[in-house]
């Protein structure tokens, strides 16, 4: 059985979400959707309680299948949902996938993305075994950037349009983890 929480300490704690949790997930994204919506086209505010419902249903179902694996970055405190990692787009054959992250507003700047980061490529190497992780982040999203170098991510440079983003495709800076950097 693959682990469901990946770091935990006195205030923080990265694991799954369950679908009871929709209500908090979806409080999360609500009120990041200025922010987080500025880079993913998902973030919206037309985003529902049904959206987050789906959404980890979803995560579950993957996670059983072992195609993608998300956590959620929680407040022991009071519970509160304040962000989100995965490991998404897994390439058995070459051992490699995306690592994505997203921190509610109110909590960025105190080193969660990057906590949550460090977690989920220490779930990646050791408990599924991938040798490469790929963190690609928009062109213009410097506090995305900050986060994949505090992580200890190695710059690979600016990849035209590799991403697309309502519609248009954009560049994007790749970042690479390979095991040795942690």
Not at 43 to 58: A, F, Q, V
Not at 110 to 116: D, N, W
Request: aromatic content about 10%.
């Amino acid at each position: 059985m693959l682990t469901r929480q990946i770091y935990q300490d006195e205030e923080i704690e990265i694991r799954v979400a369950t679908e009871l949790e929709a209500i908090t997930h979806f409080a999360a994204v609500q009120a990041s959707v200025a922010e987080i919506g500025a880079w993913e086209s998902w973030c919206t505010d037309k985003y529902s309680p049904d959206d987050s419902r789906k959404y980890l249903t979803d995560s579950e179902q993957k996670r059983h299948r072992r195609a993608e694996f998300n956590f959620c970055v929680f407040e022991r405190s009071g519970g509160n949902l304040i962000g989100s990692v995965g490991i998404n787009r897994i390439v058995q054959e070459y051992k490699f996938s995306n690592l994505g992250y997203w921190i509610r507003t109110g909590y960025t700047g105190r080193g969660l993305a990057t906590l949550a980061v460090k977690a989920a490529a220490r779930f990646a190497f050791t408990e599924l075994e991938l040798t490469r992780l790929e963190i690609v982040v928009m062109d213009g999203n410097e506090s995305s950037r900050r986060v994949a170098e505090k992580a200890g991510a190695t710059s690979e440079g600016l990849h035209r349009n590799r991403l697309y983003y309502h519609g248009q495709p954009r560049d994007a800076w790749m970042y690479s983890l390979i095991p040795g950097d942690l």
